[in-house]
């Protein structure tokens, strides 16, 4: 059974940088060919796409949105992924959540993921 658990969160002034991290658990040999995103979700808002990883591959995307200020990076010994957030901004206020998923490669769309985490708190003060 696969689980995920974020940490991290917190708050800081926007201009300022924070890494969160997702540790990764019982994963068979199949998480070879996982893809591990990072999504966020502010009140009233959709769930929306960050960045995702292939956990083998190594290969990255990202939303327009945080692109050239974000950085999603992994360490396959530790069974971690990284979410490395520089330059927040006001905007980059939700709950960021860890997902995996192999249905796709490096799929965009929540109902790709398959397992998810329960979320860390990042606020951006204005």
């Known amino acids: 059974q696969v689980q995920l658990v974020e940490s991290g969160g917190g708050l800081v002034q926007t201009g300022g940088s924070l890494r969160l991290s997702c540790v990764v658990s019982?994963?068979?040999?199949?998480?070879?060919?996982?893809?591990l995103g990072w999504f966020r979700q502010a009140p009233g808002k959709e769930r929306e796409f960050v960045a995702t990883?292939?956990?083998?591959?190594?290969?990255?995307l990202y939303a327009d949105s945080v692109k050239g200020r974000f950085t999603i990076s992994r360490d396959n010994a530790k069974n971690t992924v990284y979410l490395q957030m520089n330059s927040l901004k006001f905007e980059d206020t939700a709950v960021y959540y860890c997902a995996a998923g192999s249905r796709r490669f490096l799929p965009r769309a929540p109902g790709e993921y398959d397992y998810w985490g329960q979320g860390t708190q990042v606020t951006v003060s204005s």
């Open positions: 019982g994963a068979g040999r199949p998480f070879n060919n996982y893809n």
């Open positions: 990883i292939h956990w083998s591959l190594g290969n990255t």
